[in-house]
């Protein structure tokens, strides 16, 4: 790749402000080499589609286009497990790292039979856009492994994880990229990556992944941090239009880390979960779910059916319940122009990332249905991972009054933050939210500048 200094020209980037260090460099144009190409309805499709039209409004040059969309590191693996019965089973694996010039790399690891590499580049994209919105110092990475986890036993479950992060390990390290828990991932699975790659290394390495227990070096607050963040999203955004909080109606799809906690903390705040469901099925009350004893019935049974004075839904008709606040907080393309018209929130606080098929975004501008985006909705996750991993390298541990203090602060900032892009240049949130973190992304690369 060749670098053409360009005569002074602002970058766009830059909203027509030049900063005290940035250095004007116009990216070369496209190489031969086009990015991996996306499927309209996948999750790679909608992250272009997503950036195509945010890269517009900042009218970013083709060849800085052609770099921010493309992955920077990928990698496959392919790699044997001993199974309970003594057969060996072959999985794939993938770790990605897509941008790397705010900081290290960061993102998830999710263990699922639809887990495709379209799939983990779209996540990791959108880990970088997340980061920068919310100003802290990472680029996005994401990884998975194809696997039903539902059909391993423990033992199968960790001798997988422990071979996988030994077949990534060349690719992951505290200062490089940090993985974290994703969709059927979770603390335990954490611990046995922190203590396979602390083996390799011959020694104790907390920094290397977030999410773990808080009894290795795990943060106060982390577990609960994604579902907590998105409910302080949702309080400032109703305080911010002056609406009614208490008794307003919340429906969350999806009761895993991301949906149980922001059902949870959505009850502690004094709205009324009247519905929330799991992969197989939901559950409807009116007037209105005890959360906590909603978590202790899951926790005895793993099942949400069954429980007190609720009736069943199923998935599709949980998503058009008549509520205030929808939380989709289980995976991609729930929302899509099919079911977005017979949505009846008022506000869409994205748990999940991808939720929202851009068709369907359109249909809910439209009709004037507020969506908090998920690269701002969702990233009290990451940013409670960067205070485990500051933590975890400082080996100094905070309290957890100060943990979610400084995480409610930093999720009202980026919320106004992103209000504001969207009222000065007169976008939808999302397109605000993509717009403030590719610009913030595309200005840190044109002050490091390319080497060589
Ligand atoms: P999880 O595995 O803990 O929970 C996923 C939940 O979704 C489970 O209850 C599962 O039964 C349910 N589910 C799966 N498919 C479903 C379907 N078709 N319909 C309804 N429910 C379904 O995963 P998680 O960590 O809570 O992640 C959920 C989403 O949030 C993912 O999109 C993930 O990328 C995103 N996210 C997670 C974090 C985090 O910190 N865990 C952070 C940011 C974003």
Redesign the pocket.
């Known amino acids: 790749m060749t670098i053409r200094s360009a005569a002074p020209k602002t970058h766009a980037a830059t909203n027509g402000k030049k900063t005290a260090h940035s250095v004007t460099v116009t990216m070369p144009a496209p190489s031969p080499t086009p990015a991996p190409s996306a499927q309209a309805d996948s999750a790679y499709g909608t992250a272009i589609a997503q950036f195509d039209q945010a890269a517009k409004i900042l009218q970013l040059d083709a060849g800085m286009c052609d770099l921010l969309k493309s992955c920077r590191r990928e990698i496959t693996v392919n790699f044997p497990v001993k199974m309970t019965d003594g057969s060996v089973r072959r999985f794939t694996g993938y770790r990605i790292h897509h941008n790397t010039s705010r900081g290290p790399t960061k993102g998830?690891i999710?263990f699922s039979p639809h887990v495709t590499m379209d799939e983990v580049r779209a996540?990791a994209m959108w880990m970088t856009w997340k980061c920068a919105v919310v100003n802290i110092p990472y680029g996005g990475a994401k990884g998975g492994v194809i696997v039903d986890t539902k059909k391993l036993d423990m033992h199968e479950l960790e001798g997988l994880t422990r071979r996988y992060t030994t077949e990534i390990a060349p690719f992951i390290s505290p200062d490089g990229d940090i993985p974290?828990?994703?969709?059927?991932?979770?603390p335990q699975i954490m611990a046995w990556m922190m203590d396979t790659y602390s083996m390799h290394q011959g020694h104790s390495v907390p920094g290397i992944v977030t999410?773990k227990p808080i009894n290795i070096g795990g943060s106060a607050g982390r577990n609960e941090?994604?579902g907590r963040g998105v409910m302080f999203t949702v309080r400032e955004a109703y305080k911010t239009f002056g609406w009614k909080l208490p008794g307003a109606k919340v429906v969350v799809?999806?009761?895993?880390?991301?949906?149980?906690y922001a059902a949870l903390t959505a009850h502690e705040m004094g709205f009324k979960v009247v519905g929330v469901?799991?992969?197989?099925g939901?559950i409807h009350n009116e007037k209105g779910i005890d959360l906590p004893k909603l978590m202790a019935h899951y926790r005895a049974n793993r099942t949400l059916t069954g429980f007190n004075g609720s009736e069943a839904v199923s998935?599709s008709e949980l998503l058009t319940l008549k509520c205030d606040v929808l939380v989709p907080?289980?995976?991609?393309n729930?929302i899509t122009a099919a079911n977005a018209g017979l949505i009846h929130a008022t506000m869409i606080a994205e748990?999940?990332?991808?939720?929202t098929t851009p068709g369907a975004d359109d249909i809910l501008n439209d009709r004037g249905i507020v969506v908090i985006p998920?690269i701002m909705c969702?990233?009290?996750?990451?940013v409670v991972?960067y205070f485990e991993w500051v933590q975890s390298l400082q080996q100094l541990f905070w309290e957890e009054p100060d943990v979610n203090g400084r995480l409610e602060r930093i999720m009202i900032r980026s919320f106004h933050d992103v209000l504001d892009e969207s009222k000065r240049r007169n976008i939808p949130l999302r397109t605000a939210a993509q717009v403030l973190g590719i610009g913030r992304v595309a200005e840190s690369t044109k002050t490091r500048g390319l080497y060589p």
């Open positions: 998830g999710r996540l974290a828990p994703d969709m059927g991932t979770n999410g941090a994604t799809q999806g009761f895993g880390n991301v949906g149980s469901s799991d992969v197989s939901g998935n907080a289980a995976m991609e729930q748990g999940a990332n991808g939720p998920d969702n990233a009290g996750g990451v991972s």
